[in-house]
């Protein structure tokens, strides 16, 4: 094997992760209401289209913690998997499969649990060594609404807001991993 091959890949392997860092970012700041972090994962001059929005990145990370706080969403948990990601110089296109958890309070107080499974179509760009997302399209494939949700303070399998520590929509209580993750998202 030569010496170039060798570089090509290691570059390879370092932007994939570097995008793949990025993606899983942007679901802690969206899960736990970071605007510090959603502002690190947009180019400033990015697109985003989701539907319900339309804009700029940097729009979306300042206004998506009060549009979910003002729709009564209590709690999101974002996961990924099947991370596709093609590279091609300082310019990549990848699809992540999408499942996001979300807890609804309704205006009359009652809650509701949902479902949505979709995709992330994005366009990473690298600009000066940093790799961030120029274009995101939100893809929805289905959803899942389930009346009333898990009480805490009852728990599950003996796991409860007594015994456990529960997360909410918001910075962790451990403020030195809240401050790692930011600087994650910034140094990226």
């Known amino acids: 094997m030569h010496d170039q091959d060798i570089v090509s890949r290691l570059a390879t392997i ?3 992760a570097a995008i793949k860092a990025r993606l899983t970012l942007y679901c802690r700041g969206i899960d736990r209401r970071d605007e510090t972090i959603l502002m690190e994962i947009f ?3 990015s ?3 989701y539907g319900v929005f339309a804009g700029t990145g940097n729009e979306f990370a300042s206004s998506i913690c009060g549009w979910l706080a003002a729709g009564g969403v209590e709690l999101t948990a974002h996961l990924l998997g099947n991370i596709i ?3 091609d110089g300082a310019v990549a296109a990848s699809e992540s499969y999408l499942q996001a958890y979300h807890r ?3 205006p009359d107080g009652s809650v509701f649990d949902s ?3 979709g ?12 790799w961030r997302i120029a274009f995101r399209r939100l893809v929805f494939d289905w959803f899942r609404e389930f009346e009333g949700t898990g009480d805490w303070a009852v728990g599950s399998v003996g796991v409860t807001s007594a015994t456990a520590v529960v997360g909410i929509a918001g910075p962790d209580s451990w403020g030195d991993l809240n401050a790692a993750m930011q600087h994650a ?3 990226g």
């Open 119 to 130: 995709r992330y179509q994005d366009r990473f760009e690298c600009r000066n060594g940093v």
């Open 104 to 106: 609804v309070r309704r």
């Open 185 to 187: 998202a910034i140094s």
């Open 43 to 45: 180019w400033p001059d």
């Open 14 to 16: 370092e932007a994939e």
């Open 47 to 49: 697109q985003v289209e």
């Open 115 to 117: 479902l949505i499974g």
């Open 85 to 87: 990601v093609s590279l």
